[in-house]
T-cell receptor, first 112, second 113 residues
Framework: KQEVTQIPAALSVPEGENLVLNCSFT??????LQWFRQDPGKGLTSLLLIQSSQREQTSGRLNASLDKSSGRSTLYIAASQPGDSATYLCAAPSNTGNQFYFGTGTSLTVIP | KAGVTQTPRYLIKTRGQQVTLSCSPI?????VSWYQQTPGQGLQFLFEYFSETQRNKGNFPGRFSGRQFSNSRSEMNVSTLELGDSALYLCASSLASDNTEAFFGQGTRLTVV
């Protein structure tokens, strides 16, 4: 069974700082890995999907990398803003269908 | 393009009752998955439907069931509600295969009293 771990559990940074969120997974036979953002009491917003054949994916100030051999993915946020404050979740799929295994998330607070 | 729509957004039910939640996926998406999110357990997979067939099922008791209709809309039902069923229930929609991006709805917040 896939196990996904995210560190740190919580992070507080001043506005403008660059930061890295970490995600590790135990089963490297994944099709893809997806990063999500969740605001309190809300659903999940898809940020980036990295296919297994890719090493990086970028969207605006966000950059996600995937290293299957080491079982790691990172989400890099450049020039953080207070609006980036949320919980960030990574999810790795099972190899039998659209079942995702989620990490417990990193709660990010960006201080103005 | 409309996103994933879940109804209702909030529900309060009494222990022992049953509840039905609804999820309308993005137009053209044929896979619908359901997840339960609680502070203690995080996000846990309930089941996935593809073309009206349950393809995967998580480790939940038989009180949790679901179905998918020919238009890809899905419902999940929880019978004999327990206090521990209080959670945010999230639905995810995917285009088709195992290698596609998942999009989530806003969730249904169920409170069992």
């Amino acid at each position: 069974k896939q196990e996904v771990t995210q560190i740190p559990a919580a992070l507080s940074v001043p506005e403008g700082e660059n930061l890295v969120l970490n995600c590790s997974f135990t089963d490297s036979a994944i099709y893809n890995l997806q990063w999500f953002r969740q605001d309190p009491g809300k659903g999940l917003t898809s940020l980036l999907l990295i296919q297994s054949s890719q090493r990086e994916q970028t969207s605006g100030r966000l950059n996600a990398s995937l290293d299957k051999s080491s079982g790691r993915s990172t989400l890099y946020i450049a020039a953080s803003q207070p609006g980036d404050s949320a919980t960030y979740l990574c999810a790795a799929p099972s190899n039998t269908g659209n079942q995702f295994y989620f990490g417990t998330g990193t709660s990010l607070t960006v201080i103005p | 393009k409309a996103g994933v729509t879940q109804t209702p957004r909030y529900l309060i039910k009494t222990r022992g009752q049953q509840v039905t939640l609804s999820c309308s996926p993005i137009s053209g998406h044929r896979s619908v998955s359901w997840y339960q999110q609680t502070p203690g357990q995080g996000l846990q997979f309930l089941f996935e439907y593809f073309s009206e067939t349950q393809r995967n099922k998580g480790n939940f008791p038989g009180r949790f069931s679901g179905r998918q209709f020919s238009n890809s809309r899905s419902e999940m039902n929880v019978s004999t509600l327990e206090l521990g069923d209080s959670a945010l229930y999230l639905c995810a929609s995917s285009l088709a295969s195992d290698n596609t991006e998942a999009f989530f709805g806003q969730g249904t917040r169920l409170t069992v009293v």
